[in-house]
């Protein structure tokens, strides 16, 4: 995941599966060597032990036309998995994350 850009990208929904300790958040980036539009992907985090957030739904939502995910920070082995919003933030510690481009 450290080759992407998520400045500008658009946040669509947030899945949590507290049985198989999964999180998956479903986006649309900008892969600028592809096209100049957003490209819908879901990133999955596996093996999570715990999730924090604090998020402003009507700012999210507001701001969807631009985008409303300001950068993010890839985990490492001390740090979690952090999604910078418009207008909140999310840290997911995680064993493991993957992105996926949707068709």
Known sequence: ????ELHDALLKKIEIDIMS???VIYIEYYHYAINNSRIPA??????VSSITGLL???SINKNSWAGNINYFAQAS???PFY???VEGCIAIC??????????
């Not at 995941?1 to 992407?4: L, R």
């Not at 879901?42 to 093996?47: H, Y």
């Not at 995680?94 to 068709?103: C, G, P, R, T």
């Open 94 to 103: 995680a064993e493991s994350v993957d992105l996926v481009q949707e068709k």
């Open 56 to 58: 402003n739904l009507h």
């Open 42 to 47: 879901r990133i999955t985090l596996s093996g």
């Open 1 to 4: 995941m450290e080759a992407i």
């Open 21 to 23: 300790s999964t999180v």
């Open 77 to 79: 082995s001390d740090s």
């Open 83 to 85: 999604l910078y919003l």
